[in-house]
């Protein structure tokens, strides 16, 4: 193996032959067959087949399962529930992440006690961190909800939807924006210290230069992050769902991931689960596409 220096730090590699590149991609190519490409198939070609619970008998049914699912008003209850999850998840999570970011440099002491606060939920598993807020806003023992309950206000995440659906929302959003907190700051420290000297000058005080000059220019940030909350919402939310509501009460927190687990898993209707899997990722994916296609055109990538 020659390497050669065209520009500095940067070096472009020779191999003589094609198997030391293979063996030192071999492990995660491993990963991905074993973990991705064989699941998805695997998830594909069940959601065309009506399996029993025991996997005894398998049947070819076509679109049966997709047809079945769309003529189903639990799914489409699951559908609205997943959108308006995501949606009041994402922003909570940026609005949140954004006001802490611009606190940073006003904290004068303490700000790695400061930092380090805010960061801390990343070190959570989310399961654990669904059984904290489980238990924090319980109406029977929690703290919060006494407190909640003192103001006059009812509270019953156990019985009312609305309840349940804030519930999970405060603590999806509490479980990310820690991530969305190091972009925005990553973000903000990229912006040229010239054009907020310049505005302090001419008499901006702090709001006026965050609204006017960096959050024009946190606009690829911006939506970087947008595009992770979704994809965080509709799929790496599962554990704070199952420990908090279990998607209740009465579907009212059931969002498409936690639907494709209590089929599959808890009801046995294989087909079923693996044709909702598939139309996850389509969402996904579809999603994805249209905030690449009307959103990043009006991101202005420009300093």
């Known amino acids: 193996m020659v390497a050669t220096t065209h520009e500095p730090g940067l070096k472009h590699a020779h191999f003589q032959t094609a198997g030391l590149p293979a063996l030192l991609l071999l492990p995660q190519l ?42 189903s008003d639990s799914y489409r209850n699951s559908i609205w529930v997943t959108i308006w999850f995501t949606l009041a998840q994402n922003v909570v999570t940026i609005t949140v992440a954004l006001v ?20 801390l939920p990343y070190a959570i598993a989310p399961v654990i961190a669904g059984v904290m807020w489980a238990f924090l806003f319980n109406p029977a023992v929690g703290p919060i909800a006494f407190f909640i309950k003192s103001l006059g206000i009812a509270w019953d995440p156990n019985r009312n939807g609305y309840d349940a659906m804030l519930l999970v929302v405060l603590a999806a959003s509490w479980k990310h924006i820690c991530y969305d907190y190091i972009f925005l700051v990553a973000g903000l420290l990229a912006v040229p210290k010239s054009l907020m000297e310049a505005a302090a000058v001419d ?79 389509t969402f996904a994916l579809l999603l994805t596409l249209l905030q690449f296609k009307y959103v990043e055109r009006k991101v202005n990538y420009s300093i």
């Open 100 to 119: 802490l970011a611009f606190a940073t440099d006003r904290v004068v002491r303490f700000q790695s006690g400061y930092k380090s606060v805010i960061l």
């Open 203 to 281: 008499g901006a005080g702090p709001i006026r230069r965050f609204f006017q000059i960096a959050l024009p220019l946190l606009g690829p940030t911006l939506f970087f992050l947008t595009t992770m909350n979704f994809v965080y919402g509709f799929f790496e939310t599962f554990a704070i769902i199952d420990a908090v509501t279990r998607g209740g009460p009465a579907g009212a927190t059931n969002i498409l991931v936690y639907k494709v687990y209590q089929d599959g898993f808890v009801n046995l209707d294989l087909g079923s689960s693996a044709a909702q899997s598939v139309l996850l990722m």
């Open 30 to 71: 491993l990963i991905l067959l074993f973990f991705f490409f064989i699941p998805s198939i695997r998830a594909l070609l069940q959601a065309f087949l009506l399996t029993d619970p025991f996997g005894a008998s398998v049947h070819f049914v076509w679109f049966d399962n997709f047809t079945a699912l769309f003529a």
